[in-house]
């Protein structure tokens, strides 16, 4: 079992930057791979990133490709997520989510997080 906690969320200006936290405790962070998703109102859940048991592989959606960068400390069980130059569709609530590999398929996932609301205004 693996509880997880997203923080980091808020409202920001187009074109700015937050960075989101993932803190993971219960059963051994390191060797799960992690994701993060987003969910707007009125849509499905989606895809964002993930990222490898080490670190050392990455996956990202094409929407934020160059834009979001996933990352992990396994000394500290926590997992990240740094956005730049956000955009109004950006706007979403985001979780985080711990599954055997870095996959995009949300259905891999076993854990998730209770997410964290980004805003983004124009």
Known sequence: QVQLVESGGGLVQA?????LSCAASGRAFS?????????????EREFVAA????????????SVKGRFTIS?????NTVYL??????????????CAAANIA??????YDYWGQG???TVSS
């Open 15 to 19: 074109g700015g930057s937050l960075r």
């Open 31 to 43: 060797s799960y791979a992690m994701g993060w998703f987003r969910q707007a109102p009125g849509k």
């Open 51 to 62: 990222i490898g048991w080490s670190g050392g592989s990455t996956l990202y959606a094409d």
């Open 72 to 76: 992990r400390d396994n000394a500290k």
């Open 82 to 95: 740094k956005m730049n130059s956000l955009k109004p569709e950006d706007t979403a609530v985001y979780y």
């Open 103 to 108: 996959t995009i398929r949300i259905a891999s």
């Open 116 to 118: 964290t609301q980004v």
